[in-house]
């Protein structure tokens, strides 16, 4: 599964930003879709999970209420909206894909995901 992510920006504190990534695959809709954050110089940090049809979703501890993951199948397309933005998510957004569907707290392990993104860059000011 190829993956392209798009939509980071400079946003100031407070506003939003909707990231996208793309599926050129067919096989889109087999897959559960991560997003996954990096800062640089640390680990990688999961952020928010998708199962195949939309019907179970998690979100890291730290953008619960602000960040919503959908996907739109018809588009081989996956969305991450993030509200009220806050100069700790400044970072390197990821999105990827594993096959399957999957539940509990391996979702939120980035080992989990097979397909990467390039990755977009999301900076928020103060």
């Known amino acids: 599964v190829q993956l392209q992510a798009s939509g980071g920006g400079l946003v100031q504190a407070g506003g939003s930003l909707r990231l996208s990534c793309a599926s050129s695959?067919?096989?889109?809709?087999?897959?559960?879709m991560g997003w996954i954050r990096q800062v640089p110089g640390k680990e990688r940090e999961f952020v928010a999970y998708?199962?195949?049809?939309?019907?179970?979703?998690d979100y890291a501890d730290s953008v619960k209420e602000r960040f919503i993951i959908s996907r739109d199948n018809a588009k081989n397309t996956a969305y991450l909206q993030m509200n009220n933005l806050k100069p700790e998510d400044t970072a390197v957004y990821f999105c990827?894909?594993?096959?399957?569907?999957?539940?509990?707290?391996?979702?939120?392990?980035?080992?989990?995901?097979?397909?990467w993104g390039q990755g977009t860059l999301v900076t928020v000011s103060s």
């Open positions: 990827a894909a594993v096959r399957g569907t999957y539940s509990g707290t391996i979702v939120r392990e980035v080992s989990l995901y097979d397909y």
């Open positions: 998708m199962t195949p049809f939309g019907g179970s979703t």
């Open positions: 695959e067919g096989t889109f809709i087999d897959h559960s």
